[in-house]
């Protein structure tokens, strides 16, 4: 079957723009997690869906970051008010119900101009 | 604290040279362990994981509890192997990251 997509694969946006970044997992996956790679930096995790539970969101780097999640499938971040300090690519990954392996979308690479 | 640390950012070799690269990591329980790697322009993906005690693309892994390490370990590089490693320890739930090594392979 497919693997984890996410778009747009590229956006660029003016300084105080909102954005949404759509993730869809792999079918049947009940985990998804986002995560921001900066340019030359590593892996930041931003939050966490299993399942029906309360996500974790203790990544999120500030109150302009928000995402959802209806049931198992699709999930979309949203980042408000958009600074330069945005810039980076986030990833989504996707695995199954208490299993340890993530499994990782292309990204979408988010340029705040 | 559960906490995966890569102290190297960068970490550059001759082909043909050994490599290893650094994980440490502290954890209360029994530890599960994971190397993922991205590539250029790919996506990040799995390398091995501890449990497995396999070797992939000439790489292996050893947890040793008593240093709180696992290492990612070849004995010669190949310009291939350039990318970005990261080690990751699972958490009940979901899995931990550190901030990743770069290995640079140089012909």
Known sequence: GAGVSQSPSNKVTEKGKDVELRCDPISGHTALYWYRQRLGQGLEFLIYFQGNSAPDKSGLPSDRFSAERTGESVSTLTIQRTQQEDSAVYLCASGGAWTDTQYFGPGTRLTVL | ?107
């Open chain 2, 1 to 107: 604290a559960q906490r995966v640390t890569q102290p190297e950012k960068l970490l550059s070799v001759f082909k043909g040279a050994p490599v290893e690269l650094k994980c440490n990591y502290s954890y209360s329980g029994s530890p599960e362990l994971f190397w993922y790697v991205q590539y250029s322009r790919q996506r990040l993906q799995l390398l091995l994981r501890h449990i497995s005690r396999e070797s992939i693309k000439g790489f292996t892994a050893d947890l040793n509890k008593g240093e709180t390490s696992f290492h990612l370990k070849k004995p010669f590089a190949q310009e291939e192997d350039s990318a970005m490693y990261y080690c990751a320890l699972y958490n009940t739930d979901k899995l931990i990251f550190g901030t990743g090594t770069r290995l640079q392979v140089f012909p």
